[in-house]
Nanobody
Framework: QVQLVESGGGLVQTGGSLRLSCAAS????????MGWYRQAPGKQRELVAD???????KYVDSVKGRFAISRDNAKKTIYLQMNNLKPEDTAVYYC??????????????????WGQGTRVTVSS
């Protein structure tokens, strides 16, 4: 019912920048919190940043001052601007969104969805 498509990952040197995008599509009535998670090799998935309409964005301490999350509600898209990247930022980044969704049956429900992930590699 809902698809999240990420783009913008890649290989960058330490100190470089990347911008991730995540576009949502489907039978979305409204968007609630959307955010970015990451999972490094051998580590658990962690929240990087999330954003809700009308509220201040939240960031994990390790990216504060370097990353910025934003959203375009009209496009149902969120972005993650990543500056001053470090090798420890290397991970697969996943988009997550919580949406009020309509189903073919006519029912409506709040559901959580994940994107397929985009790889970010920061070389030292």
């Amino acid at each position: 019912q809902v698809q999240l498509v990420e783009s913008g990952g890649g290989l960058v040197q330490t100190g470089g920048s990347l911008r991730l995008s995540c576009a949502a599509s489907g039978t979305i009535i409204s968007s609630n919190t959307m955010g970015w998670y990451r999972q490094a090799p051998g580590k658990q998935r962690e929240l990087v940043a999330d954003i809700s309409s009308g509220l201040s964005p939240k960031y994990v301490d390790s990216v504060k001052g370097r990353f910025a999350i934003s959203r375009d509600n009209a496009k149902k898209t969120i972005y993650l601007q990543m500056n001053n990247l470090k090798p420890e930022d290397t991970a697969v980044y996943y988009c997550n969104g919580n949406f009020l969704v309509s189903f073919p049956s006519g029912s409506v429900s709040t559901r959580n969805y994940w994107g397929q992930g985009t790889r970010v590699t920061v070389s030292s």
